[in-house]
Nanobody, 119 residues
Framework: QVQLVESGGALVQPGGSLRLSCAASGLTFSRYAMSWYRQAPGKERELVAAITSAGGSTNYADSVKGRFTISRDNAKNTVYLQMNNLKPGDTAVYYC????????????WGKGTLVTVSS
């Protein structure tokens, strides 16, 4: 059974930092591209950052470039999202996604972790 478990969400003041983690189990982690998405209240889910299976390539939403960094540790089956200089607009539930690089359309989602940026 595949599980993606996010952690690290919290209430933080504007300008602060958080690191989210997503621990994966039940899949061959090194064969999945990993992504972070977020969904703010009343808005659609949007892609925040993505990283290829070996970690050689990343991409980011324009709104987080220069502030967020995605990384992964394939030995620990974990993907991270380092978030710096947080803004109120970053408030959302953050979800982890695993996308198979072998089987088209096969992906898995975590249940999310809440990040609230407020003074």
């Amino acid at each position: 059974q595949v599980q993606l478990v996010e952690s690290g969400g919290a209430l933080v003041q504007p300008g602060g930092s958080l690191r989210l983690s997503c621990a994966a189990s039940g899949l061959t982690f090194s064969r999945y591209a990993m992504s972070w998405y977020r969904q703010a209240p009343g808005k659609e889910r949007e892609l925040v950052a993505a990283i290829t299976s070996a970690g050689g390539s990343t991409n980011y939403a324009d709104s987080v470039k220069g502030r967020f960094t995605i990384s992964r540790d394939n030995a620990k089956n974990t993907v991270y999202l380092q978030m710096n200089n947080l803004k109120p607009g970053d408030t959302a539930v953050y979800y982890c996604n695993a996308l198979s690089e072998m089987y088209y359309g096969l992906d898995y989602w975590g249940k999310g972790t809440l990040v609230t940026v407020s003074s």
